[in-house]
């Protein structure tokens, strides 16, 4: 028989590098790690899992279904902390993943004057600060968006009438009342901080408020008297800019204490014009530049400012006979606080540079027939070393200007200690002012008017031990009193009377100078030995300047005045 065929052969599929084989025409099995791990997972473990997952799925959903019972919680305790104020909250939510809780829509109102709302929180969420958490402490970190806060005049004033004190009326208590942790990082987000006086059209404003307060219940340093960083900034009415950098100690008591220096740039003048108004006084242009240092805490009060610049500002002192009574009460309520002020032990008030540039400042008298404006144009002032205390010695200052606008105006004087009442020398020239520019002053005081010539004015004052000793020296050249052309509507009383005074100028006149001069002396007791020094520079612009700046005319010569 014949031997069968051979089998050829093949050659067998090479293994794989895991070991393993597969046979022809099978395709490579899918590894699935997942499906591997949960065969892996016991039927136990499974369960433990699933029921994780589904307790967690159940708290997400429930903290869905407290927000209704939360956001009326939080709007009770928030009213029942505060006082005078009333709390409404359209809206809270907690979150099982963050352990947060964000109201939504907070608003306060002022009970006695609800329109508008004091404060306006679109959002703020308060939640575990989680950085505090790795070293063992459970504090709250607390975010405010877009906060508003809105004060106008009348809610203003409701405010400074209450007898209960700010830091009584439950602010902190009501804050503390959103969430059971004590708050140990605060943040401001493009907040807005509004003062509406009664012209609304130009408000005191400072937007895109950003700040950020941490440490706040002084976890960290404890040994240090502000332990919490501060930082703030902010636009201010547009154009200017303000910064706060410092750190505070928020459980201080009775009150909060800080410490931080500040700086404001270009902060335009024109929005206080409404505040100014209140205290007769009319601003127009200007801005501010400043900067220094605060500390305000129980047992100090500091505030040092280290430069202060007032630019191009138009600045006049209104007088008028209704609001007469009305200035002399609020300069005696200024002094008061003077005095206060140099006598509180903890209290320190420090300039160490203020500087008013190109600026023109005057005095108008509405109660004078007919009234008058007495100027400076040009002025710039510079006062150093200033403080309520005068601790670091004397203080200086030195004025320059154009006096009406035409003569020029020079001024230095120094401020020392008040040990036994007002210490200081005072030293002014005014030289070659057109007293044409100063008509309406001279038939306010004396009843005529100049057609040409020439004023000039030499101060010199020294006040020691309530002791008064100087001299005022009025120096008037080429007066011309009466002019036939610029008096032709006058009547004929009021052209014999201005011809009058005329005559006698001539008279006093020093022939080789054509000068009309009279000097008036003082010496004596300044007065009140109690009397604050700027008491005593006032009194001596009111009165002492306007007595010598006629006396040729109303003092020495005895010139009736003459009525039309």
């Known amino acids: 028989m014949a031997d069968p065929p051979a089998r050829s052969k093949q050659a067998s599929p090479p293994p794989k590098k895991d070991g393993s084989s597969r046979g022809p025409g099978r395709t490579p099995a899918k590894r699935r790690p997942l499906a ?3 065969r892996s997972l016991s039927v136990a473990t499974r369960r433990i899992l699933l029921g994780v997952a589904i307790l967690l799925l159940l708290l997400f959903v429930a903290s869905f279904l407290v927000d209704e019972p939360l956001r009326r ?43 508008p709302p004091v404060l306006s929180i679109p959002r703020m969420k308060t939640s575990v600060e989680w950085k505090e958490v790795l070293t063992l402490n459970l504090v709250a970190d607390v975010l405010f968006e877009r906060p508003s806060i809105r004060i106008d005049l009348q809610q203003l004033r409701q405010e400074a009438r209450d007898e209960t004190p700010v830091k009584d009326r439950g602010w902190q208590a009501a804050l503390q009342a959103t969430y059971p942790l004590k708050i140990n990082l605060l943040r401001v987000a493009d907040g807005d901080l509004t003062y509406v006086d009664p012209d609304s059209d130009r408000p005191l404003r400072v937007s895109h408020l950003h700040l ?16 919490s960083p501060v930082h ?25 204490g800080i410490h931080t220096l500040f700086r404001l740039e270009k902060v335009p003048l024109d929005y206080f014009r409404p505040v100014f108004s209140r205290a007769n006084l009319t601003i127009r242009g200007g801005s501010l530049d400043t900067s220094g240092r605060i500390e305000y805490a129980p047992k100090v009060k500091f505030a040092q400012v280290d430069d202060l610049a007032i630019r191009t500002v138009r600045l006049d002192y209104i007088h008028t006979a209704a609001t007469a009574k009305a200035e002399e009460a609020r300069k005696d309520k200024v002094a008061r606080a003077a005095k206060r002020a140099t006598k509180e032990p903890g209290l320190t008030l420090r300039l160490k540079r203020f500087r008013l540039v190109d600026s023109n400042v005057g005095l108008v008298n509405r109660a004078k027939n007919p009234p008058y404006r007495v100027y400076l144009a040009d002025t710039n002032l510079e006062i150093t070393n200033l403080s309520n205390k005068f601790q670091d010695g004397p203080a200086q200052a030195k004025l320059r200007g154009r006096f009406q606008g035409s003569g020029t105006a020079t001024a230095r004087a120094t401020f020392r200690p008040e040990k036994n009442g007002p210490d200081f020398d005072l030293h002014t020239a005014i030289q070659g002012t057109d007293m044409t520019k100063m008509n309406d002053l001279l038939r306010a005081y004396g009843k005529f008017d100049v057609v040409k010539g020439t004023f000039s004015l030499f101060t010199e004052l020294h006040i020691k031990n309530g002791q008064i000793n100087g001299y005022i020296k009025p120096l008037f050249k080429d007066m011309d009193v009466y002019d036939r052309r610029q008096d032709k509507d006058k009547s004929i009383f009021r052209k014999l009377y201005e011809g009058l005074v005329g005559g006698i100028a001539k008279l006093l006149e020093n022939p080789p100078r054509d000068e009309v001069a009279t000097v008036a002396t003082l010496s004596g007791p300044v007065g009140d030995p109690e009397s604050n020094t700027w008491e005593v520079v006032v009194r001596l612009i009111q009165n002492a300047f306007f007595r010598a700046i006629l006396p040729g005319f109303d003092r020495e010569l005895g010139v009736k005045k003459k009525k039309d």
Do not use: C, W
């Open 73 to 115: 919680s939080i709007e009770k305790q928030m009213n029942r902390k505060l006082t005078g104020y009333s709390v409404t909250l359209p809206g809270a939510h907690f979150s099982i993943f963050d352990l947060s809780v964000t109201l939504k829509g907070l608003t306060v109102r002022q009970q006695a004057h609800p329109e």
């Open 212 to 227: 950020r307060a941490s440490n706040i219940r002084n976890i960290h340093s404890r040994d240090r008297v502000y332990p």
């Open 232 to 256: 703030a900034e902010g636009a201010i009415f547009e154009t200017g800019h303000g910064v706060l950098d410092g750190h505070a100690d928020f459980l201080a008591e009775p009150f909060p």
């Open 36 to 38: 591997r791990f949960g």
